[in-house]
């Protein structure tokens, strides 16, 4: 099976007219500024670019959000499942006005130009979740990554309850078909291209038995709103505020998935104590709006599986943005993201078949 990406990728995108930004900030925007500078700011693996607007007054700048193509809403850029719903508003601006309700920290969309794909947004500033842990210590660090769990929580329970009809993400879902979309996805780029030639035969059959098993637990949960990729690069740290970004391709799916994300991410890892205390925190934040777990061992092992099928996305994932869209610089995390794999893996009886069939094709997977 082939998991050719929904919305390839685009050819590269011509800056954006900076007359055509400075007449709509001067004329459309909640307030009225003048421009200074056009910076492009470094670009994540999707099609869109961004770029930070300075303005002469307060604020002192917004985030410029050009869009590939002004109708590429249509596609995601991520592999999507469940109920067909026609798309007539951009995924973007349709989650971020449902995620305003709930009180997580999202930016302010201060104008659209639909003609020109433009979205005029609040500037949260530039230090990542993973930049600000990288030389803080370890109390900082948890601190950090607490308030991120309390905003994970609120985006769970306020994003979920009640539904809302009107939001693209409850029309989307983690069933077993994307699930193990995104497994195929692995094996395709994750094995097969990375290696140069697929599994034998015996090997992959045995592969994709176990992951049908984890694909029909995980979809087998109960549903909440899912960021889809909660991690260190997509929270900001403005402040005493953490802001969530990226936020379009949200759909519903098991509550461990955004914790798998954050907790089991690829670009900063985080100490087993530290993981198992935030997991509790989880836990405990959930219980305080009513939404407790009776059997914290049984979401602990459902954490572990859902990071195993997450981390082995990533994986494959890195592979295809390197070969794909021709952007190396993921390939370094793929160490980390298998890493951690091997440490699920490990950790359960039931799971050494898929090891013993999937090490000799992953080197990190194997015994040192």
């Keep these: ?77 991520e592999a999507v499942s469940g ?35 433009l ?57 077993v078909s994307l699930l193990m979309w995104e497994f195929d996805h692995f094996l395709e780029y994750g094995i097969a291209a990375r290696l140069g030639q697929p599994m034998k035969p015996a090997d992959d059959a045995a592969v994709r038995a176990a992951f049908q098993r984890i694909a029909e637990l995980l979809a087998g949960q109960p549903q909440v709103f899912v960021h889809r990729d909660y991690h260190s690069r997509n929270l ?20 461990t998935y955004d914790l798998a994300s954050l907790l089991k991410d690829a670009y900063i890892e985080l100490d087993d104590a530290v993981v198992d205390g935030l997991v509790d925190h989880f836990l405990d934040g959930l219980a305080a709006q009513g939404q407790g777990w009776a059997d914290r061992a049984a979401l602990r092992r459902l954490f572990d599986f859902t990071s195993i099928q997450r981390n082995l996305k990533a994986a ?24 951690y794999v091997k440490r699920n893996l490990s950790k359960y009886p039931e799971l050494a078949t898929l090891r013993q069939h999937l090490a000799p094709y992953v080197a990190e997977l194997q015994e040192a």
């Excluded at 930004?21 to 459309?28: G, H, L, M, R």
């Excluded at 449902?98 to 639909?114: A, E, S």
């Excluded at 494959?316 to 890493?339: E, T």
């Design 1 to 77: 099976m082939t998991t050719t990406n929904p919305a390839a990728p685009a050819a590269p995108l011509a800056p954006p007219d900076l007359a055509r930004i400075a007449k709509t900030v001067a004329t459309k925007l909640p307030f009225r500024g003048d421009v200074t500078g056009l910076t492009p700011l470094a670009g994540d693996a999707s099609n869109r670019r961004y770029f930070r607007v300075a303005l002469k007054g307060k604020p002192s700048a917004l985030i410029l959000m050009q869009l590939a193509d002004p109708e590429g809403f249509k596609k995601s850029e």
């Design 236 to 255: 900001m740290v403005d402040g005493a505020r953490l802001g969530i970004i990226d936020f379009q391709d949200a759909l519903m799916g098991p509550a």
């Design 316 to 339: 494959g994932r890195f592979v295809y943005i390197d070969r794909v869209k021709h952007n190396p610089k993921f390939l370094a995390d793929i160490p980390r993201v298998l890493g």
């Design 119 to 175: 979205l005029y947004l609040e500037d949260f500033g530039d230090l990542t979740l993973a930049e600000a842990c990288r030389d803080a210590d370890r109390a900082r660090l948890v601190s950090l990554y607490r308030q991120a769990i309390d905003q994970l929580v609120l985006l769970q329970v306020k994003g979920t309850q009640p539904p809302a009809p009107g939001c693209i993400a409850f029309h989307r879902r983690f069933d």
């Design 83 to 117: 109920a067909s719903v026609q798309i007539a508003e951009l995924p973007f601006t349709n989650v971020l006005a449902h995620l305003q309700r709930t009180g997580v920290t999202v930016p302010q969309l201060h104008y659209y130009d639909r003609e020109a794909g």
